[in-house]
């Protein structure tokens, strides 16, 4: 997904590059930092370095000559020249964007492009979100005494860190604990829990945006109906994303 602003970094009166400032890319799959000349001229023999902020002379790609060198050993064999567009001529209408293959949340943040030339030079930045999609939620429940009850959600593989939120009947609902948990995968897990009554039905959201929202719930009152005496366990996982699916729920007696 691409911004629709651009950016103009004026350094020298003969060069301008202009880039997207942000684009925005799912974990495992290849993107575009589209950069280019503007106007448009031929590029094959200018200088062009794509790099990370304050890194100019460690570029994850420099092109010169027309030949190539790579510094970052984490892009050596993921990066090379990519078309901004369908309709791009690519280095002769003076298209440098950077195609970058299996992103990781490792690759998100900002690369500036630069391009110089015996006349002079210029360069703009592009900023990298890298997101993830994580699992179901999957709640728990634990009957306690007085009535009360413990539940339980966590939801795993999301980034960057998710937004967690609890309704009980479509009321928002504080939790008593709320932690996020760094993978060594790179992605985050949330954990949270909190105590309602037993005639309770707690809705347990995780998700990035609220396109992409993903849900468990249950009704406690029903599930207590249908259980025997003592502790149970319950899980239920509901996922929605502009429509809804129901996975399979089960609770076993402790």
């Known amino acids: 997904?691409?911004?629709?602003?651009?950016?103009?970094f004026?350094?020298?009166?003969?060069?301008?590059?202009?880039?997207?400032?942000?684009v925005t890319v799912t974990r495992g799959r290849d993107v575009i930092l589209p950069c280019w000349l503007s106007p448009q001229q031929n590029?094959?023999?200018?200088?062009?370095?794509?790099?990370r902020t304050n890194r100019f002379d460690s570029p994850l790609m420099h092109y010169?000559?027309?030949?190539?060198?790579?510094?970052?050993?984490?892009?050596?064999?993921?990066?090379?020249f990519g078309l901004k567009d369908a309709a791009s001529g690519g280095l002769n209408s003076g298209d440098v964007s950077l195609k970058l293959l299996n992103v990781t949340t490792e690759d998100a943040g900002e690369y500036v492009c630069y391009v110089s030339s015996s006349q002079g030079y210029d360069s703009a930045?592009?900023?990298l979100l890298v997101t993830a999609s994580g699992s179901p939620p999957f709640l728990s429940v634990v009957w306690g005494e007085?009535?009360?009850?413990?539940?339980?959600?966590?939801?795993?593989?999301?980034?960057?860190?998710?937004?967690?939120?609890?309704?009980?009947?479509?009321q928002d609902v504080k939790p008593q604990s709320l932690?996020?948990?760094?993978?060594?995968?790179?992605?985050?897990?949330?954990h949270s829990w909190l105590l309602l009554s037993s005639t309770s039905e707690p809705s347990c959201s995780v998700g990035l945006s609220d396109k992409e929202v993903k849900e468990a719930k249950v009704s406690l009152g029903t599930l207590r109906k249908t259980a025997k005496p003592g502790k149970e366990n319950f899980c239920v996982c509901?996922?929605?994303?502009?429509?809804?699916?129901?996975?399979?729920?089960?609770?076993?007696?402790?």
């Open 179 to 190: 932690v996020y948990k760094n993978l060594s995968s790179g992605l985050v897990l949330v």
């Open 1 to 8: 997904h691409l911004a629709t602003c651009y950016c103009y």
């Open 125 to 127: 930045p592009v900023n």
């Open 238 to 254: 509901v996922i929605v994303i502009l429509s809804l699916f129901v996975f399979d729920c089960k609770y076993s007696k402790s």
């Open 146 to 170: 007085d009535d009360k009850v413990n539940v339980s959600c966590e939801s795993e593989g999301w980034y960057p860190q998710p937004v967690l939120r609890w309704s009980d009947k479509k």
């Open 10 to 22: 004026f350094s020298s009166t003969n060069l301008v590059v202009t880039t997207t400032p942000r």
């Open 43 to 51: 590029a094959e023999d200018l200088e062009v370095r794509w790099y």
């Open 64 to 80: 010169q000559s027309k030949t190539f060198k790579y510094e970052e050993a984490a892009y050596v064999g993921r990066v090379s």
